[in-house]
């Protein structure tokens, strides 16, 4: 079983400055772990995404996440926040290998970028 | 590459009426595609899985037989709402797992809004 926490439904940056969105999980098997960002009255699009190999990941518009598995972690981050990147995040993770396809969702973190 | 489409975005009905959402892989082949619903200002709850060919899967608490999904096809995956309620209304979500590749990676569609009177 896959679970995922979101540390702060609600995360407000200045333009140019560090975005960090906090993503801690459960897995009692190997996890593969996403990030994706949903706009208003949209899909998700997926960001990025850890598998295997290199713990840090790039995503797509200057994102990037880390995977730790001492401490069950994948933080999103960004190093200057751009006024476009004002979206909801969710992080999600499923297990590695397998049949069993299904991701596991945060309750989603809403970025806002101010001025 | 990876575009999931979906059709209606909106749909308005009245209640007691049935609604057939389409979920289209449109560039890639997909064996299994999710359906989601998602209330506002929350996450994603996994309704079902779909699996071309067979039966789908239906998380616990879902309605088999108020939401029937079928996966007729590698590219297409349709949701009905039976007997729609003013409680169905929700924003649906599908996604396909590319068959090529690893396919640990699920792309989206944009959404289906659905309001029932």
């Known amino acids: 079983a896959q679970s995922v926490t979101q540390l702060g439904s609600h995360v407000s940056v200045s333009e140019g400055a560090l975005v960090l969105l906090r993503c801690n999980y459960s897995s009692s098997v190997p996890p593969y772990l996403f990030w994706y960002v949903q706009y208003p009255n949209q899909g998700l699009q997926l960001l990025l995404k850890?598998?295997?190999?290199?713990?840090l990941v790039k995503g797509i518009n200057g994102f990037e996440a880390e995977f730790k598995k001492s401490e069950t972690s994948f933080h999103l981050t960004k190093p200057s926040a751009h006024m476009s990147d004002a979206a909801e995040y969710f992080c999600?993770?499923?297990?590695?290998?397998?049949?069993?396809?299904?991701?596991?969702f945060g309750k989603g973190t809403l970025l806002t970028v101010n001025p | 590459g990876a575009v999931v489409s979906q059709h209606p975005s909106r749909v308005i009905c009245k209640s007691g009426t049935s609604v057939k959402i389409e979920c289209r892989s449109l560039?890639?082949?997909?064996?299994?595609m999710f359906w989601y619903r998602q209330f506002p200002k929350q996450s994603l709850m996994l309704m079902a899985t779909?699996?071309?060919?067979?039966?789908?899967?239906?998380e616990q608490g879902v309605e088999k037989d108020k939401f029937l999904i079928n996966h007729a096809s590698l590219t297409l995956s349709t949701l009905t709402v039976t007997s729609a309620h003013p409680e169905d209304s929700s924003f649906y979500i599908c996604s396909a797992r590319n068959l090529a590749g690893a396919g640990e990676t699920q792309y989206f569609g944009p959404g289906t809004r659905l309001l029932v009177l």
């Open positions: 779909s699996n071309e060919g067979s039966k789908a899967t239906y």
């Open positions: 560039d890639f082949q997909a064996t299994t």
């Open positions: 850890y598998t295997t190999g290199a713990t």
């Open positions: 999600a993770v499923r297990g590695s290998g397998g049949s069993n396809y299904k991701l596991t």
